[in-house]
């Protein structure tokens, strides 16, 4: 018989520590630190926690869970806030090597016995923890709909774009580490209180890289991949034994060669096997519904909604904006444009907080910049897309734009946990919220199509929407209608006009100045990082310097906005490495 | 492709998850015939062949120790088959060095109706795989493991392997004795438990010699450049180096130390009872004192037997493991024998019978502890040779 | 104290020649590969091989050992890296998929070779050391010293002056731009997989002969550590993995000296963690964002 007790119990054990994985990975942090937490939360436990004899088997071993998850959070809160700027492989280093730290600190601690171990009594049985591995799956599985869970998922795909979001990606991450910590803790008194004996050699550099592979074999694209990931690695030795398979070289040759054909042939793991139920729409249900969001008050016509005095960004020498004095105010429609290298997108990253400035000051819907982070001008109701798509490629339209609703949809993962009705409806509003706002760009027959499959016109659009779905005061498009034609770049200009007649701001970069001309109320023109005009439409067209430095001669008008249509390179990537928290 | 793939995938599932539920109705694989017999001793006769199990650390950090005693189960196997009245079936399993797979083997063996288990290779190992024997009512034989509570978990487990307690006190003091010791370096590998066990057992017994430690070294059981350690001790001019390694780390540390210049005699424990440390140290190892519960030079009948069987079958010498391999299965015959019963509790009452029974290891004895006594000895390497320190 | 500091520098010299391949494939490819450590350990088993079966002197056994890692490493790249390139998750998968290769080489390292240390036949290594006054220094050790340092500065002059390190460097840079550029991105990405674990090869050759053994799990222990040597010279800096290599070797042997040889395994976390948060590119590293 292939299930015997200590493989049904270590299914479970390793579904639970899979699970501390899956907590960070979910979130795109390859944080491997989870076999130090686990031992350290097991060793502590069995120090405090009494013998079974004085509460009773289930009281000792729920004491014992408690502090193992305890010291499990708090270890991981020891490691996530320094290496909060850490990013993939720093990180997995990082943080394997935070572990061996753990683990030789326990070898060479009096309290734990050493290499020798600690002595544990037995005191867990399967049911207990098949109990505690589908107490942990249920707060996967819930997650996985919530606001928390989206906003994960968000930062896995993109981080920068979750960030101008306003998704506080430091919190984010702070809080899938404790989670991580709290299940490696959870599975390191489990262990303790199964094998009898707790010995730092069980939390070495091996247990962290199988508890990394199980997690990845499971796949996360599934809140159960840890389970079946758990499955197949628990239960490889136990069938190459019952097949027959000789005892020796061959069964670990074997064990590498499965890990490498799952890799390689299943790449979101075998959770992968199994269809994704996609959050979906029923487009005839739309309602005027916006009872459950937490909607701005916005400024009203007129009020100053962007202050910039002075505003100025130098790169060691190279000064890509100069003392920019401008006012923006609610209800304008404002088109930014230049020569390539003018700066307007580095002016547009300091207003949405993405870059600091060197030197000046601006205010934006109240909030001064600079010193705050990007999530919070992004709750303060400034929202952006950005030169190059910045997508959440594997997630669908609809998916995409639930995202954006972060700052005004109301967060529901505990009330899911318990059920809550309340927490339904709020989700459903939320789901009608972003099928509104796809289709206020026109893309709401496409809702169901994962981002990375739509066409280039689509995916501008689908920023568009995710922009919109933050009720924002202040929209920045940053060349929006890069590579469109004239149909689509006119539908655009009625779609900016529209927004604007419900009362939204709006800031755009563009290059086809004669959409620009049609669209504004209110044109800024830079040059070499200075303001070189600031009027309406009509004062620009006819200003000699505009004229001179930018669009050229008249006739030669139409030639230049195209040409001037290429794609600037460069400034979004220094500005993501500028990028602060 | 991804359908077949998962149509693939959900077919073999089931196909395992129905093997494994239904196997239980086979039951598990038992012997032939009644493990009952009649007579006694080398007259007994059993009709069934007797099951036995071993659950070594065939792969993983502990295989090299695995296949000596892999070795050291298959030459006593054969030995016995070959005598009349009882034969045996080792079902030898790997428990990967890894606690999982261990406790697994040996629920395996207790649900197989196995009569008796051998081993863990490994301490740690034992302590949190073991109690499955006992609770299953299944003896177990440990021949490697020596820390301090292995026997006390049970009164089915057994050991015969000496602690380190019963081979490293003796040691000391015949090394304080000749080299009139003072002062001495320390230095163990404090990973492993155990090398650690042996240099807490070092540790009390220098001081029960009035020996002074000036310096305690540790490294890693994986380590094998000692020379900056080796530097740091020859600082502190000792009398003598005392080792507890195992012979992975000693072999290089006393080649490392030697070629550093240190001439102070090094004494090691069960980890250097090795015929390797003289064929790869050469002549670094000449006069270093081992400690250990098996002699290999003794003169015995049965352990010369023992070496030269060892030599013929494998191409090289045996080591402690591979000798206490040997004798383990010996041991269990003889408990087989005595009673002439392969049945468990019959085996295990065999096995408390088990007085001054000859064996390579010595004339061995399992006293009211469940643990093993007969004489350890003290070697020093002469000549390339391990010769008894006199 | 100065056996000490010459102690520290040699072991170092191995956790630089070491960590060194390690660093050049991630520079380059931004791929960490974790079978290193068993061609690491690999290449000391076909080592003392190619030494008992066909007597051959040392220097051209450390020849055999490059192109046996070069192979080596073109067959992990081909099975285990290549083909994740395109998916989005490959930073993850390739971490697993040469996990798994790592696992494979030393199982069938334990099936041919079995599960015992080997050692180099008598002779083999030479036993002269070099004397100045106190100081003792094995001719091995000076070898190995040379030969690391030589093969580091070789790799160094091969980045910055040949067309393939130009080539390298268009990849490690932009892949898509080079290839636009006709820069054969496949074959130098196999060529740099290639050198990086013949470079692990040599070390693991070396490695051996300091410590005259072949371990199976000789990669694994050493593996840790060389991940903390290429954060803490900078990733993608070759010459911050010579440094950082030296710098860890040294600090280990010092601790050992003055603070107690238990905590000494903790040093090189101890490194990595005070570079992590004070200069998180690494001592030479330059400063790149990478986004996961």
């Not at chain 1, 490498?260 to 979906?280: F, M, T």
């Amino acid at each position: 018989m292939l299930f015997t007790e200590s493989t049904l119990v270590f299914i479970a054990l390793n579904g639970v520590f899979a699970f501390s994985f899956y907590a960070v990975l979910v979130a795109g942090q390859l944080s491997l630190a989870q076999a130090g937490f686990a031992g350290i939360a097991g060793f502590t436990a069995a120090t405090l926690t009494p013998p079974p004899a004085q509460w009773g088997p289930i009281p000792t071993l729920l004491f014992a869970m408690v502090v193992g998850m305890l010291v499990g959070a708090v270890t991981a809160v020891i490691l996530g806030l320094p290496t909060m700027k850490l990013r993939g492989v720093y990180l997995a280093i990082a943080t394997l090597g935070f572990a061996e730290a753990i683990r030789i600190f326990l070898l060479n601690s009096e309290w734990t016995g050493g290499a020798q171990g600690m002595s544990v009594p037995k005191t867990l049985t399967p049911v207990v923890a098949w109990v505690v591995l589908a107490l942990v799956t249920y707060w996967f599985a819930r997650q996985s709909r919530s606001r928390y869970g989206r906003a994960l998922e968000a930062i896995r795909e993109d981080e920068l774009a979750a960030r101008s979001i306003g998704i506080n990606v430091g919190g984010h991450r702070l809080s899938a580490f404790v989670a991580a910590g709290v299940l490696a803790g959870l599975y390191g008194v489990m262990w303790a209180y199964y094998v009898r004996l707790v010995a730092p050699e069980d939390f070495g550099f091996s247990t962290a890289i199988d508890g990394l592979v199980t997690a990845v074999v499971g796949g996360t694209a599934n809140f159960f991949g840890p389970i079946l990931g758990s499955g197949f690695q628990t239960m490889l030795p136990e069938i190459q034994r019952t097949i027959g398979i000789e005892a020796g070289w061959i069964r670990p040759f074997i064990s590498g060669l499965l890990l490498l054909l799952v890799i390689l042939y299943l790449p979101g793991g075998i959770a992968s096997l199994i269809p994704r139920r996609r959050q979906k729409v029923d487009i005839a249900s739309l309602q005027t519904d916006a009872a459950g969001l937490s909607l701005r008050a916005h400024p009203t016509a007129g009020e100053v909604v962007a202050e910039l005095k002075d505003l100025a960004k130098e790169y060691g020498g190279v000064h890509a904006v100069r003392g920019v004095n401008l006012t923006v105010r609610s209800g304008e429609v404002v088109g930014l444009i230049g020569p390539n290298g003018a700066g307007k997108t580095t002016l547009v990253n300091m207003i949405s907080g993405l870059i600091p400035p060197s030197s000046g000051s601006a205010t934006v819907l109240g909030v001064p910049i600079g010193r705050t982070p990007v999530h919070r001008i992004a709750a303060a109701g400034v929202t952006r897309t950005f030169q190059h798509s910045k997508l959440f490629n594997r997630l669908t339209a609809l998916e995409n734009v639930l995202i954006g609703a972060h700052v005004v949809a109301k967060p529901t993962f505990l009330r899911r946990l318990i059920w809550l009705p309340s927490a339904r409806r709020d989700e459903h509003t939320a789901l009608t919220h972003a099928a509104r706002c796809l289709d206020r760009v026109g893309l709401l027959d496409k809702a169901n199509t994962l981002a990375k499959g739509l066409s280039y016109g689509d995916q501008r659009r689908l920023e568009i929407a995710r922009a919109l779905a933050a009720d924002p005061s202040l929209l920045i498009l940053d060349e929006p209608a890069a590579g469109m034609n004239h149909v689509e770049a006119d539908g655009l200009s009625e779609l900016i006009r529209s927004l604007a007649a419900d009362g939204l701001t709006i800031i755009f970069i563009e290059h086809n100045v004669g959409m620009v001309l049609d669209t504004c109320d209110h044109i800024i023109v830079l040059n070499f990082g200075e303001v070189l005009a600031d009027g309406t439409p009509a004062d620009i067209a006819a200003d000699e310097r505009v004229i001179e430095a930018y669009l050229g001669a008249a006739d030669d008008g139409e030639t230049d906005a195209h040409e001037a249509d290429v794609a600037a390179a460069a400034t979004p990537t220094k500005a993501a490495e500028e990028n602060d928290d | 492709m991804r359908k077949a793939l998962r149509t693939a995938v959900i077919l073999s599932a089931s196909a395992l998850l129905l093997a494994g539920c239904s196997a239980a109705q086979d039951g598990g694989g038992t012997a032939t015939g009644s493990l009952k017999g009649t007579g006694s001793g080398d007259a007994c006769t059993i009709e069934g062949t007797v099951p036995l199990g071993a659950a070594l650390s065939l792969t993983g950090a502990a295989a090299s120790y695995g296949e000596s005693q892999q070795n050291g189960l298959n030459l006593a196997l054969k030995d016995l088959n070959a005598k009349d009245g009882v034969k045996y079936d080792l079902k030898i399993e790997d428990d990967g060095t890894d606690p999982k797979q261990a406790i697994g083997v040996f629920e395996k063996f207790v649900r197989d109706g196995t009569s008796a288990v051998i081993g863990p290779t490994l301490s740690n190992t034992a302590f949190q795989a073991q109690p499955i024997a006992q609770d299953g009512g299944m003896p177990v034989l440990a021949i490697s493991n020596t820390a301090e509570g292995i026997t006390e978990q049970g009164d089915f487990i057994f050991r015969d392997s000496l602690t380190e307690g019963q081979v490293i006190p003796q040691t000391i003091e015949a090394a304080t004795e000749k080299f009139g010791l003072k002062k001495v370096v320390v230095m163990y590998s404090n990973d492993d438990a155990f090398t650690e066990s042996g240099y807490k057992v070092m540790a009390e017994s220098l001081e029960d010699q009035g020996v002074d430690v000036v310096d305690t070294l540790k490294f890693s059981v994986k380590d094998t450049d000692f020379r900056s350690l080796l530097t740091a001790a020859k600082e502190s001019k000792p009398d003598a180096i005392v080792v507890s390694a195992l012979i992975e780390a000693a072999i290089p540390l006393v080649t490392q130390a030697r070629e550093l210049g240190i001439d102070a005699p090094i004494i090691g424990g069960n980890g250097f009872n090795n015929p390797q440390l003289m064929k790869d140290a050469g002549a670094a190892a000449e006069g270093v004192i081992v400690g250990a519960a098996w002699n290999s030079a003794s003169e015995s009948p049965e352990n010369i037997a023992f070496m030269k069987a060892y030599e013929d079958e494998y191409g090289s010498g045996p080591d402690q493991f591979a000798a206490q391999a040997y004798t383990g299965l010996l041991v269990l015959d003889h408990a087989v024998r005595v009673n002439c019963s392969g049945e468990r509790t019959d085996v295990q009452e065999g096995l408390t019978q088990v007085k001054d029974l000859k064996t390579p290891l010595g004339s061995l004895t399992i006293n009211k502890d469940r643990d093993a006594e007969h004489s350890a000895v003290v070697q020093i390497v002469q000549d390339g040779k391990f010769a008894v320190l006199n | 104290m100065l056996q000490q500091l010459l102690n520290g520098l040699f072991l170092g010299s191995i956790y630089a020649l070491f960590a060194i391949g390690l660093t050049l494939v991630f520079g380059i490819l931004d791929r960490l590969n974790l079978a290193h450590p068993s061609v690491f350990a690999a290449s000391a088993f076909v080592g003392i091989w190619m030494t008992e079966a066909f007597d051959l002197p040392l220097w051209l056994v450390l020849i055999a050992v490059f192109a046996f890692g070069a192979i080596m490493g073109l067959l992990i790249e081909r099975i285990a890296f290549r083909p994740l390139r395109e998916r989005p998750d490959a930073h993850f998968a390739g971490l697993i998929s040469s996990i798994a290769m790592a696992g494979m080489i030393v199982a069938l390292l334990q099936a041919v070779f079995g599960p015992n240390t080997r050692r180099f036949p008598v002779g083999t290594i030479p036993e002269d050391a070099l004397q100045f006054g106190d100081l003792t220094a094995s001719w091995l050790q000076i070898i190995i010293l040379a030969v690391s340092l030589g093969l580091m500065i070789a790799l160094s002059i091969l980045v910055q002056r040949s067309s393939l390190g130009r080539s390298m460097r268009a990849v490690a840079e932009n892949p898509t731009a080079a290839r636009v550029l006709g820069v054969n991105v496949e074959g130098v990405t196999a060529t740099t997989f290639a050198i990086s674990t013949a470079l692990g090869a040599v070390a693991g050759v070396l490695f051996a002969l300091n410590v005259n053994s072949a371990q199976l799990g000789m990669g694994s222990a050493i593996e840790l550590k060389g991940l903390a040597v290429i954060i803490v010279g900078g990733m993608g800096s070759l010459s911050g993995s010579l440094v950082g290599g030296l710098i860890l070797g040294i600090a280990e042997v010092f601790a050992i000296q003055y603070i107690g040889s238990s905590w000494r395994d903790l040093i090189a976390f101890a490194l990595l963690f005070v570079i992590l948060l004070v200069r998180p590119e690494g001592l030479f590293g330059k400063r790149k964002v990478r986004e996961v």
